[in-house]
């Protein structure tokens, strides 16, 4: 890969709807406490996207306002928006599309990734690939979704788990050598029946019958997920460090899906990674699904320094997991800050709702 078209995250920007729904809240809904989700999954609050006409796509959007925002970036100088989503506004047309009328960026090619928690590492393979070609020089990569809308709040297994949010990336060549060093990517169909939304497809499309029986909502079967998600995670950041010569010492940060904490720890202590360079979110976002990597990145994003040296690792349905090794391309100290932060974003629909 010739240097020059190395492709670096230039700069992120994330969104969280107001509205908060905590342990303590989902202990009025369903039977459990926040004792046990606390133990269990380390999550203790999470954000909820809610107001009428407002799906995925108000979330990517607000996160991509931000990040051109940031950048000073014009919409027309964009020349490629991937979004991974797990939860589009419509099943077509895609989500980029609609993100892409929201802020403004007209005509470019746009698109969705679909491969459940691992999407974001999943779109973010793929816009790599345009900049490494020497194809485009912008490209945004947008994770987002609306897990509330798909979520079951009476299945206590499942509901305390999931939260909304979107992020954002931009990704631009680097002629220091930076950015995304290698990626890999792996996927398991027969994991499907562990983790799953029946109906609302083409094989089972919706009616009275399948609303009746809850079927539209994730079909999660919590303990072998995570059995899969510990195995999947592990393997790829295992196999990544291994192609990179990387050892544990070298590494400032990781950043894991954020599902439940316990996969994080346990994958960390198996492959001797201290739980001071890793990233948590999901304390206060539950898991965003596409977003948490970004969101992720977007917390830390003060803290991060020229040259530092970044694991992300993801697990989702699918079974898809997948992992990248990058090296961070600039100051996030120097990040222009956004005055009151994301949350303030604006309602701004798609031109034709
Ligand atoms: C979902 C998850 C938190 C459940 O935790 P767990 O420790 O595996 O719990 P189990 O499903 O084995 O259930 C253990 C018990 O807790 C109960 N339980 C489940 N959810 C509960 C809740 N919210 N509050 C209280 N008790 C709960 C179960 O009913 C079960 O009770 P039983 O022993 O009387 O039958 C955990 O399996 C998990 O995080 N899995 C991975 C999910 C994931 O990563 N999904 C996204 C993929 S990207």
Same mark, same amino acid.
């Given at each position: 890969m010739s240097i020059s078209n190395r492709a670096a995250i230039t700069a992120v920007h994330g969104y969280v709807p107001p509205d908060v729904l905590t342990n303590a809240d989902l202990a009025r809904m369903v039977d459990t406490t926040d004792a046990w989700i606390t133990e269990r999954t380390g999550i203790k609050e999470r954000h909820i996207l809610k107001g009428e006409?407002?799906?995925t796509s108000h979330m990517g959007a607000e996160a991509v306002r931000g990040l051109l925002s940031k950048t000073k970036?014009?919409?027309? +100088?964009?020349e490629l928006l991937i979004c991974a989503t797990t939860?589009? +506004?419509?099943?077509?047309?895609c989500t980029a599309n609609l993100i892409c009328d929201m802020v403004g960026i007209r005509n470019i090619g746009s698109f969705d990734v679909q491969a459940a928690c691992s999407g974001f590492l999943y779109a973010l393979t793929v816009a790599q690939q345009f900049i490494t070609a020497g194809t485009y020089k912008k490209v945004i990569v947008v994770g987002a979704d609306k897990m509330s809308a798909i979520? +079951?709040?009476?299945d206590r297994a499942t509901c305390v788990i999931f939260g909304d949010g979107a992020a954002a990336v931009m990704l631009e060549p680097n002629?220091?050598?930076?950015?995304?060093m290698d990626t890999v990517l792996h996927s398991d169909g027969s994991g499907a029946k562990y983790l799953?939304?029946?109906?609302?497809?083409?094989?089972m499309p919706p009616t009275a019958e399948t609303v009746a029986k809850r079927l539209h909502y994730v079909h999660q079967e919590g303990a072998q997920v995570y059995k899969f998600a510990v195995a999947g995670m592990t393997e790829v950041t295992r196999d990544i460090m291994a192609r990179n010569n990387? $050892?544990?010492?070298?590494? +400032?940060w990781v950043v894991p899906h954020q599902a439940n904490r316990r996969i994080i720890v346990t994958t960390a202590e198996r492959l001797g990674l201290?739980?001071?360079?890793i990233m948590f979110t999901l304390q206060k976002?539950?898991? $965003?699904? $596409?977003a948490t990597i970004p969101l992720c990145l977007w917390d830390y994003e003060q803290k991060l320094k020229v040259g530092d040296r970044l694991l992300l690792a993801a697990f989702g349905g699918g079974f898809t997991w997948g992992g990248a090794y990058v090296t961070w391309a600039y100051d996030g100290a120097s990040a222009p800050k956004l005055n009151g932060?994301?949350?303030?974003g604006k309602l701004v629909k798609s031109s034709w709702l």
């Open positions: 006409g407002l799906g970036t014009r919409p027309e +100088d964009v939860t589009p +506004d419509f099943v077509h047309p979520v +079951d709040y009476t002629t220091q050598g930076y950015g995304i799953h939304q029946k109906a609302g497809g083409s094989r990387l $050892t544990a010492d070298m590494i +400032d201290p739980l001071e360079k976002y539950g898991n $965003t699904t $596409t932060g994301s949350q303030n």
